[in-house]
């Protein structure tokens, strides 16, 4: 019997290239576990340069960091995607930038995340992530939009969610102290009501397990990656 024919999938990474190794990782370990034997996935990686993005996220100029991920998706459309994945959380601002300069299908990110909670049927969910995904709309609309009622870190908490994300785990240090710390955070929110985590930045996942929360976890990484699989394999 012929293989099944996959699609071709563009990966706009390196925003950190940590959580795009993951990526790569999951979404073979997928396709093999579909498809069997030597089996792997038909991707396309164009991995940028996450230093000037950093600065550019900092600065909060939202326009260039669109005008650089369109170039990215348009230059994996040039190769010969059928579809992307934006490999980051924070990075989905910009989803309509590369929207409009591909017009190639875009497996969002926030939309296989609330797809994963309804499936367990929850409705009130923790977030954590950088502090634009915690705090801004593109984001948390989208989960709101799906009948999710969303909680957040406090001010403090939240601040420091998001350095350890860029301090550390952006840059392969994984501490125990920091483990301890997101797990407290988890904690809190459990207290307030959360039946369920979202862990809303690529790296969290290389931090978290399950057995570091004492609610369900959504490892937005891992369930980004299935649904990668799902559209290869889709005609």
């Not at 459309?77 to 989905?92: F, K, P, R, S």
């Not at 125990?176 to 996942?205: F, M």
Request: glycine share 8%; charged share 20%; proline share 2%.
């Amino acid at each position: 019997m012929a293989a099944k024919k996959q699609r071709t999938l563009g990966i706009i990474g390196g925003m950190s290239w940590e959580s795009t190794e993951s990526y790569y990782r999951l979404i073979n370990e997928g396709i093999k576990a579909e498809l069997g034997s030597l089996h792997s996935a038909d991707l396309l990686i164009h991995s940028v340069d996450f230093a000037p993005i950093g600065e550019l996220q900092a600065q909060g100029a939202w326009d260039e960091m669109g005008a650089i991920l369109a170039h990215s998706g348009k230059r994996l459309q040039a190769a010969g995607a059928q579809g992307l994945l934006i490999a980051t959380n924070t990075m989905h601002k910009v989803v309509d930038d590369v929207q409009a300069a591909t017009n190639l299908p875009i497996i969002h990110i926030a939309d296989a995340t609330a797809k994963a909670i309804q499936a367990q049927g929850l409705t009130k969910i923790a977030l954590l992530g950088t502090q634009f995904t915690m705090t801004q709309d593109f984001y948390k609309q989208r989960l709101i939009d799906a009948g999710l009622q969303v909680l957040i870190p406090e001010n403090d908490a939240r601040a420091e969610v998001h350095r350890i994300i860029y301090d550390e785990l952006c840059q392969g240090q994984f501490l125990d102290s920091s483990r301890q710390y997101y797990s407290q955070v988890i904690k809190d929110l459990a207290n307030k009501g959360a039946e369920g985590v979202i862990l809303g930045c690529t790296e969290i996942g290389l931090l978290i397990q399950q057995a570091d929360s004492p609610i369900v976890v959504f490892d937005t990484t891992a369930i980004h990656a299935a649904a990668a699989v799902d559209f290869l394999l889709s005609h």
